[in-house]
């Protein structure tokens, strides 16, 4: 088993991050609410640069807050100041929506948004849409020192509804459970988590389980 921490991104975030990987956890994660806390991707950077072997990750990002094209981009530059140890974490959007007077992300557009993320890290030319324009587009300098597409990075879905898990297990590399404290609560989840899995001829077994829950030092 892992221990990781979450934290509130600020720019004091990397310190916290160092702090946690000298005391042997595994993941540093941070939020990413735009209207309440700092900007995700600018603390990770920051976090780069002060830890060694953690892995570090958005818990949560979602595909109403970037176009894919930009979220693709700044995980594949994370990932070039972190080789390998890169994480993300993508659900509906709920606290980043809600702030916004507006609602979560569908969870059709979740699907799309990393797969356009998947099929740009791997080096293709894709199918991209917005409004009623169809473009394919790719990287186009992966080679240059820029970006790293080399180092796979992995896709935790967070996921508490049956549609939004059974996608995790479909499609994603893990999954990210909020609140699933009881034993009742952990087997009703990832058992739509293995529907999915198994839809696709995948196995619970193989994915990456995060059971996320809150507590007051």
């Known amino acids: 088993m892992?221990?990781?921490v979450i934290f509130l991104p600020?720019?004091?975030s990397s310190k916290d991050a160092a702090f946690a990987e000298s005391k042997g956890f595994t993941h540093a994660w941070v939020g990413d609410s735009q209207m309440v806390w700092a900007d995700a991707f600018q603390c990770l950077a920051l976090c780069t640069t002060q830890t060694k072997t953690i892995k570090l990750g958005t818990n949560v990002t979602n595909p109403k807050s970037r176009i894919a094209p930009v979220t693709a981009c700044n995980f594949a530059t994370l990932n070039m100041l972190a080789p390998g140890r890169v994480v993300m974490g993508i659900g509906t959007g709920n606290t980043a929506r809600r702030t916004l007077g507006m609602?979560?992300?569908k969870l059709a557009d979740l699907r799309t948004h990393i797969e356009v993320c998947r099929g740009l890290w791997r080096g293709e030319t894709i199918s991209y849409e917005e409004s009623e324009r169809r473009r394919m587009i790719r990287f186009?300098?992966?080679d240059s020192g820029f970006i790293n597409l080399k180092d796979n990075i992995p896709v935790y879905i967070a996921g508490s509804g049956p549609k939004s898990l059974e996608l995790a297990g479909e499609i994603a590399d893990g999954v990210i459970l909020f609140g699933t404290v009881g034993d009742s609560l952990l087997k009703y989840t990832l058992s739509h988590v293995r529907r999915g899995a198994e839809?696709?001829?995948?196995?619970l077994e193989d994915m990456y389980i995060v059971v996320v829950t809150a507590f007051h030092v």
């Open 2 to 4: 892992d221990f990781g």
């Open 199 to 203: 839809r696709v001829g995948k196995r």
């Open 10 to 12: 600020t720019i004091e």
């Open 103 to 105: 609602p979560a992300a």
């Open 140 to 142: 186009l300098n992966p």
